[in-house]
Every structure is written in C-alpha cells, then in structure tokens.
C-alpha cells in the first residue's frame, strides 16, 4: 500500500477528470491536513455539523407533521391525482429508457406482468394511517412540476473509528448523523406523441451528498477549488440541467445529466439501500456533459446514443468528445430486462496525462415471482496507460442484490458484491479529510448487507440496513487504516414532496 504519485481522492472516484495532480482539494480551514486536525477544529466541526443535522431534521418534521395533519388538497385548494403507489424505483437504464419519468411524489403504479421496477403499493391497513400521496407544490404553467425530497440518517460503525469516517464507504461515510440529500426538481416532461415537445429539467442538491456529485468546471474549478462550497460537509451541487427534446420514439437530452450506466442512482428515493456499492461509487462516473439520444426500435428494444464531455466534468479542457452508447431489451413476458451500456474516451491519469478509459456495464433483472426480484450487475473498465506509459489500470465486479415485497407496506433487501481493484487505482477515501485518501488499495473488496424498506405513508420512506465490508489485497482501508473488515448499521428516513 502507498500513496498514488500526483493521486487525488475525488479524482480516483470520478475517474481522471481534473486537470493537474492535488492534495486535498476542499481542506477545511483549520484541518492542517488529512490527520491534522486539533481537538478544537474537531470540536468545532461536530457543532457544525450537529447545527445544520438539527435544521435538516427540524424541516422534514415539519414536513411529516403536515403530511399527516392533512391532504393537499386541503392546503392548495386543488386535489392531487392518487397513485397508489409508495415505492422504492430504480434508475439506472430505465431512467433513459422511458421519454417521461414520474417526481418522486407521483410513482406510477407498474402494469400487472411488466415490472418495470419494484413497487409496493399501499394496502387498507397502510392507507387508514396516511393522508395518501402529496405534493407540496401545485403545478405551474406550461407544464412545469417542482417536487423533491428530504433525506437524511446515520451510520453507527462498530469500530467507532477516532476519524469518523466509515473507510471508503460513501453517501453514509460518516460515523455519525448525517442530513445527506435536501434535493429539488423543476421538471416540464417532453411528450412527443403528438408531435415535437420539449422539456427541461434543473436538480438541485444540497446535503452531505453534493460532493459526490460535482462537476468540474461547474461546482468547482479547474484546479479543483470550490467555486461556492466553503463548508467541510455541507454544500449545494446541481447534478442536472437539461433541455430534453422529443418526437415519435426519440427523445434527445442536452446538457448536464446522470449517467445511465450501472443500477444505482445518486437520488435517494431511486435505491434500495442508503449505502451505495462499490461499483457505484468508484466504477462508474455519475455525471456526463453532452448530447445522449434515445429511440425506441420497438416496444421491448431501446437504443441509447451520445457524446460527453468527459467523466463528471461540466467544462473540459480538450476539444475531444467521447463517446457513450447502449441497449435495453425487455423480455415477451415483460419479466426479464437486460440492459448494456458503455462509454469510451480520453481522460486524464494521475500524471495529467490522457488515456483512452472504457467501462462498460452489463444489467440484467428478473421478476422471480409477484413478490420476489433478482438483479444482476457487472462492471468493468480500464484504462490505458493510467501509471505511466505502458502501465494500465483496470477494475470489474459483479454486483447481486435479492428484492422481496413481504406485504403492503415493508420490502426487504439483500446484496453482495465483489469488485476487484486490480491495481489500486480506483478505491480510496473520497474526502480530503478522510486519512486513507490518497492511498491506494489493490485487491478484492466485498461487502454483504441486508435491510428493509418501511412506508408507512405514500411520501414517508425509512430504510435501515446492516452492512458487513471485508477486504483482500495490499493494506488495511478500514478504521482509519488499522483494520481488513468493517461492520456498519444505518439507516436513512426519505420524506418527498
């Protein structure tokens, strides 16, 4: 194990994007680096961040405390059309796939036999103890939504690490209670069944979660330097800004949105579990820049096609494009989906210098029974003379998780994966203040987990979940660099709106 030459911890996450080699590109003022903290500056950041938990949580109080008093209807005058749906959706391919997607707060219920995500619609003894599914705010014209959530939690690890941090784990990386996503979506759907329609959409994020999520070019600068975030944890990121354009079976995106490729997603309500995998967080970029077209061959086969500007970089600093592209196909029964995506271009090495990276992602989920769902991930990518000429880096996994619907209002979950960090390129402390940033880990990392879902309104999601993470390769990435396992458990409470 050692320290990666001219490595930088977002930069290994958001696969080679930044434009020079740095340390610790958001230090906090006082730090004095990953382990220089004092004990005052550790004092003073707990109140920090116990202040903005007890807003965030204080909010979304309010929040459930209004949702239960009454209907929205009742507040706006203007009834809310009833989905009978409180569900846990999955993005990922579908999220390209389909010309609309519902907010949040307005999950459609999924055709009998086409499942084309889990969902878990409340029954009489769920609807006499909510007020069914609400909006906080009513339509505005032209067709414009602006919905959301609230969501925040915790981590509790057992080795009570003196750093806080959870070890390469991310989203729930802290020790601690952590108010992750107040997240924000003015949307108008592009329809284009009737001829050219356009849509547009802006996201906004702001939380613990908004690191993960920027941009370069956009939330921060070209060297890395935060162009609005100063706090240590909390920041504002704007992870979409599209324009989406739409006529017959096409639909062409704009802009600055999600990547496609993988099953999980950086929006809350769209996963299962509150931790995210490996895959997700070091395998996968989040974010493109570009021009992505969809077209729907047929009603079980949908192409995907585009340009990027690079792995989550909003501005890039070479006039190359590259390029991202897939399929999605959906079995007779509609009961069996498998989704392929790829992306292949230059991007920047820890030496600043570029090489052509290619990942591509393999999904493929299937409906066991009404109740019971399996989905299947693979990842692998690699890139070309990432160390130095000749010296390539390369990195896949494969990715299980077992879904079960056990009534109306609960669903439980289970996952295992293996991702395979062959030469310690990828996995590392995300943070700048997290004391394995920076270093480098070759070998196996596992992790098996299992939680539950609970609604116990339309809008109201708790999910616990417990989390066993093992490592086999060269060094110690857990309890702050002493330990080869973990154990962790959370939980996270969802409130959309």
């Not at 194990?1 to 958001?26: C, E, K, L, N, V």
């Not at 070998?443 to 309104?457: A, D």
């Amino acid at each position: 194990m050692g320290r990666r030459r001219g490595h930088d911890p977002r930069y290994a996450r958001i696969g080679g994007t930044d434009p020079a080699p740095r340390r610790a590109p958001f230090p906090h003022p006082a730090a004095g680096g990953c382990l220089g903290a004092t004990r005052s500056t550790r004092r003073d950041s707990r109140r920090e961040m116990g202040i903005m938990n007890r807003s965030f949580f204080a909010a979304g109080a309010a929040l459930v405390c209004l949702c239960m008093a009454q209907p929205l209807s009742a507040q706006f005058g203007s009834a809310v059309p009833s989905t009978g749906s409180s569900s846990w959706n999955p993005s990922g391919y579908d999220y390209y796939a389909s010309s609309t997607q519902p907010s949040p707060s307005d999950l459609p219920s999924v055709p009998s036999g086409v499942p084309e995500a889990v969902s878990y619609e409340l029954g009489p003894e769920c609807e006499s103890s909510c007020c069914g599914p609400w909006r906080l705010m009513p339509d505005w014209p032209a067709c414009f939504t602006a919905t959301g959530w609230l969501a925040g939690g915790g981590a509790a690890n057992a080795d009570r690490p003196a750093s806080r941090f959870n070890g390469p784990l991310t989203f729930a990386d802290r020790h601690e209670m952590m108010a992750n996503q107040a997240y924000a979506v003015i949307e108008r759907q592009a329809d284009g069944s009737q001829g050219l329609d356009i849509g547009a959409r802006l996201d906004l994020l702001y939380g613990t979660d908004h690191y993960f999520t920027q941009g370069v070019g956009l939330e921060t600068d070209r060297t890395g330097a935060p162009k609005w975030n100063n706090h240590r944890f909390y920041g504002l990121a704007m992870p979409q800004a599209y324009l989406d354009f739409a006529y017959g079976d096409w639909s062409v995106k704009v802009g600055h949105f999600y990547s496609f490729l993988g099953n999980d997603s950086v929006m809350a309500p769209n996963n299962f579990f509150h931790t995210q995998s490996y895959a997700r967080q070091y395998a996968e970029p989040f974010t493109f820049t570009g021009v992505l077209s969809t077209y729907r061959l047929t009603d079980r086969l949908t192409l995907l096609s585009g340009i990027h500007s690079g792995w989550d970089v909003f501005d890039r600093y070479t006039e190359r494009a590259a390029y991202m592209g897939g399929w999605r196909w959906t079995g007779p029964d509609g009961l069996f989906t498998l989704a392929f995506g790829v992306t292949s271009g230059h991007e920047l090495n820890p030496a600043d210098f570029y090489g052509n990276r290619t990942l591509y992602t393999l999904v493929a989920t299937m409906q066991l029974t009404d109740r019971l769902r399996y989905v299947l991930q693979h990842d692998h990518g690699w890139q070309r003379d990432y160390f130095a000429a000749g010296v390539d880096a390369e990195w896949y996994g494969l990715n299980q998780s077992l879904f079960y619907e056990i009534n109306d209002c609960w669903a439980w979950g289970t996952r295992f994966e293996w991702f395979r960090d062959d030469d310690g390129a990828r996995v590392t402390g995300v943070r700048p203040t997290n004391p394995i940033a920076g270093l480098s880990y070759a070998g196996n990392f596992y992790e098996v987990g299992t939680g539950l879902n609970w609604f116990p309104t339309h809008n109201l999601t708790i999910r616990p979940e417990i989390r066993w993470d093992w490592f086999d390769g060269v060094g110690l990435p857990f309890d702050d660099g002493a330990k080869d396992n973990q154990f962790v458990g959370a939980f996270d409470i969802i409130l959309a709106w």
